[in-house]
């Protein structure tokens, strides 16, 4: 990344975190196995720090602020809400700290490309975790892609129902952001697999609670690729939804790949054959473990924050059509 100008180091990288959810953990866990890392400290939720902080012998800090200034840190690890991924990798980046994120990046486009170019104004790290791109769904569609013949649609369902909706930072307007920018890895995942897209229309609904939190989100994308490629994306959480899907069907002129949860099958006139799916287990230390080989060795990442970036502009465009009822068009 960054044409790989970075310093290679030679001594433990010492990591501050930010977050104390799901993904925070499991990059504690990733951070604390590794030699080449010493986990300094953690900001975040001050009742979830009380707990996690003794649990990993770290430091609990009180504010992310107050983390990322701090001196002794080469890296900061922010693994909190959407909302709060910009200005605080805009703080780390400009105290002279890499920055490993998990997408998205920002959820504004504007200040995502002016966090990429810091990166390399300062010549440190700005790692966007995607590990959409690790797991077995991605790299089984990989390998059998070619088998399918040419592209021409996409049918992409993730759907949560959950009885009932929890009062979480995920169902909150500001906190996660817009449905397809919070969960950018949907889009992220078929512009990795089928390049730029020309078009984009959306529709979205939500159920409201009190405040700024819903109950329920849907949301559904219409991509049109530059290929001629067509793509629906379906993303939906919460309790008026009655049954839970995670599907991805690609269909090509001479035969259709599905996957479908864990199973995963070709599909031909001549019949069915099943392929395998790997894990999604151990993908959050798989990505750390990269990320350390890159600073220590060189070695390659397997994406940029432009490739992001991109995914981003899509999801900003599917925002801007659900807002607006129009078809974006992505060309500049």
């Known amino acids: 990344m960054y044409d790989n100008q970075l310093p290679l180091y030679t001594h433990s990288l010492r990591v501050g975190l930010v977050g104390t959810g799901y993904a925070a953990k499991l990059r504690a866990e990733a951070l604390q196995q590794d030699p080449r890392t010493d986990l300094i400290a953690i900001a975040g939720n001050p009742d979830r720090i009380a707990a996690l902080a003794p649990e990993y012998t770290i430091e609990a800090i009180n504010s992310w602020q107050e983390l990322v200034a701090r001196t002794d840190l080469d890296m900061v690890v922010i693994c909190t809400i959407n909302r709060d991924h910009g200005k605080i990798a805009h703080a780390a980046l400009s105290s002279g700290k890499h920055v490993i994120v998990e997408y998205p990046l920002s959820v504004d486009v504007k200040e995502a490309e002016e966090l990429i170019a810091l990166a390399k104004t300062v010549n440190k790290l700005l790692h966007v975790e995607h590990i959409e791109l690790l797991g077995g769904w991605h790299q089984a569609v990989k390998e059998h892609l070619d088998q399918i013949g040419h592209l021409f649609y996409i049918r992409y369902s993730t759907l949560n129902a959950q009885h009932p909706a929890p009062r979480k930072w995920t169902y909150n307007h500001q906190m996660f952001g817009f449905p397809l920018i919070g969960a950018l890895s949907r889009l992220h995942r078929l512009t990795d697999l089928f390049g730029e897209v ?6 979205q609904r939500y159920w409201q609670t009190e405040g700024d939190y819903y109950q329920t989100c849907l949301c559904s994308a219409q991509l049109c690729f530059d290929s001629g490629l067509l793509a629906q994306v379906i993303y939906g959480k919460g309790e008026t939804l009655w049954q839970s899907e995670r599907k991805l069907e690609i269909q ?59 995914a981003l502009k899509v999801a900003d465009a599917a925002q801007r059509a659900a807002t607006t009822g129009l078809t974006i068009f992505l060309q500049e």
């Open 252 to 310: 090509g002129e001479k035969g259709e790949i599905i996957l479908d949860g864990d199973t995963g099958m070709l599909v031909f006139a001549q019949g069915t054959k099943l392929i395998a799916v790997g894990t999604r287990r151990g993908l959050f230390a798989k990505d750390t473990t990269m990320v350390l080989d890159h600073l220590f060795n060189g070695s390659p990442l397997y994406i940029t924050p432009e490739q992001s970036l991109y």
């Open 198 to 203: 020309f078009s984009v229309n959306c529709h």
